[in-house]
C-alpha cells in the first residue's frame, strides 16, 4: 500500500519542482552594486620635496703644504672670523728652511756689497789707466751676478716665509665650521680637506629630484620655500643649480633652491619642504585613489557603460599621486562614471547596479539629460 501511495505523490512533486522559481540562478544574475563616482577637475597639483637649509658658499678648507697637524682651534659648529686661525701643523722642517734662506740672502747680500766695491775701486784705477779694459769688464760681470744672485736669495726667502706661514690654517671668511675632516696628530697633504666653512651670507636649499621628473625642472624655473618651523608660510624661490648628472647610489639629482634669507630668516641645518607647481596637471581631472588600479604597470580605471550598464576596462595617464586621490591627465572624459571601490573584484563587460557612497541608486536617465 505504502508503494502505491509513493506513485502517486511522484507526479505531484515533479511537478512543484518544475513550477519553483530557480532562486539560485536568479541571484547569479543579478547585477552587483557599484560605487560610482565622476572625476572632478583638479585643482593645482603640487610636489613636495624635504631638503636642508646649507649656505650657498661651503669651501673646503686645507692646508697649502703637507705636514702632521699640531693643534686644532675650532670645532664643528664653531663660528669664526675672517682670518682666524683653524689648525696649525708641526713647522720644524718650515723653520729651518726659513733660516737657510736667511743665510742665503745675507750671504747674497755681502757678495753684492764686495762687488760694488770692488767696482768702484776698479773705475777709479781705470780712470788713471792703471788696470786694463778687461779688468774693469769683471768687476762690471761680478757686480751684476752677485746683483741677480741677490734677488735670487730674496725670492727664496719670501718662498721660505710663505711656506712657514702656510703652516697656519686661517679662515678665508666669516661664517660657520660645518664639517671636520681632520684631527690633530694626522699627517695630512698639501690640498687634503681639513675643514667645511659655511660661509655668512646667502642661504639655500638642497633637496634630491626623482629620476623619472628630472625633466620637469630647470635652472631659473621659480618654486616656493617653507620651513618646518614654520608651517603654512611659503617663500618665493628658483632653482639656482641643477646636477647634471644622477647620484650613483640613490640615482636622484641634486638641486640648489635660493630664496631671499633677509625674507626667510632661515638658519643652517633647519629643516625645510620645497614645493614645486605641476602646471601639467592643471585641467586634468582628478579621480579617488582607490578608483585607480593597474595591469602590468599600467594603471586603468573601470568605467560605466550608462545604455548596458556593463564595466569596460580603461587605460589611463595618471599624475603624480597625492594622499586621497590621483589626477588624471589622459584617457577619461569629465563626463563618465567610474568605479570607485572594489576595483579588483571586478571584470570586463559585468553587469552592476551603480550606486553613490550613501548605497543609494544613481539615476542615470537624469544625468544622461543633463549632458544633453
Not at 258 to 268: M, Q
Request: charged content about 25%; glycine content about 6%; overall charge negative.
Amino acid at each position: 500500500m505504502y508503494r502505491s501511495l509513493l506513485f502517486a505523490a511522484l507526479p505531484l512533486c515533479l511537478t512543484l519542482v518544475a513550477c519553483a522559481p530557480a532562486e539560485s540562478r536568479n541571484d547569479d544574475e543579478k547585477p552587483r552594486p557599484a560605487v560610482m563616482v565622476r572625476p572632478e577637475i583638479a585643482g593645482a597639483q603640487q610636489q613636495v620635496f624635504p631638503g636642508e637649509i646649507r649656505a650657498r658658499y661651503e669651501p673646503a678648507l686645507a692646508f697649502r703644504i703637507g705636514g702632521k697637524i699640531s693643534r686644532r682651534l675650532v670645532d664643528v659648529g664653531d663660528r669664526v672670523k675672517e682670518g682666524q686661525p683653524l689648525a696649525e701643523l708641526s713647522a720644524e722642517d718650515q723653520q729651518l728652511q726659513l733660516d737657510g734662506a736667511r743665510a742665503s740672502f745675507a750671504a747674497a747680500e755681502a757678495e753684492h756689497r764686495l762687488a760694488r766695491s770692488e767696482l768702484a775701486r776698479y773705475r777709479k784705477l781705470r780712470e788713471r789707466q792703471l788696470v786694463s779694459a778687461s779688468q774693469f769688464d769683471t768687476a762690471q760681470t761680478r757686480l751684476d751676478a752677485s746683483a741677480a744672485q741677490l734677488e735670487q736669495a730674496r725670492a727664496q726667502l719670501d718662498v721660505a716665509r710663505n711656506q712657514a706661514a702656510y703652516a697656519l690654517l686661517k679662515a678665508p671668511r666669516d661664517g660657520v665650521i660645518a664639517r671636520r675632516l681632520a684631527e690633530a696628530g694626522q699627517v695630512v697633504a698639501a690640498g687634503q680637506a681639513v675643514f667645511a666653512l659655511a660661509a655668512d651670507g646667502e642661504r639655500e636649499v638642497r633637496i634630491d629630484l626623482p629620476e623619472q621628473d628630472i625633466d620637469q625642472f630647470a635652472v631659473g624655473q621659480l618654486l616656493a620655500v617653507e620651513l618646518w618651523s614654520r608651517p603654512g608660510q611659503p617663500f618665493p624661490a628658483r632653482i639656482r643649480e641643477l646636477s647634471p648628472a644622477a647620484d650613483p647610489t640613490s640615482r636622484t639629482f641634486e638641486a640648489r633652491v635660493a630664496f631671499d634669507n633677509e625674507i626667510v630668516g632661515a638658519e643652517l641645518g633647519q629643516s625645510a619642504r620645497v614645493f614645486v607647481h605641476n602646471a601639467a596637471a592643471d585641467d586634468a581631472l582628478e579621480v579617488p585613489l582607490s578608483a585607480v588600479t593597474a595591469d602590468g604597470g599600467q594603471p586603468y580605471v573601470w568605467v560605466l557603460e550608462p545604455l548596458q550598464q556593463t564595466l569596460r576596462k580603461t587605460p589611463v595617464t595618471v599624475g603624480p599621486y597625492g594622499a586621497e586621490s590621483v589626477p588624471v591627465l589622459a584617457g577619461l572624459q569629465a563626463e563618465d562614471w567610474v568605479v570607485a571601490a572594489g576595483t579588483h573584484l571586478l571584470q570586463e563587460g559585468q553587469r552592476v547596479r551603480p550606486v553613490d557612497r550613501m548605497n543609494r541608486p544613481i539615476d542615470l536617465d537624469r544625468s544622461f539629460a543633463q549632458q544633453q
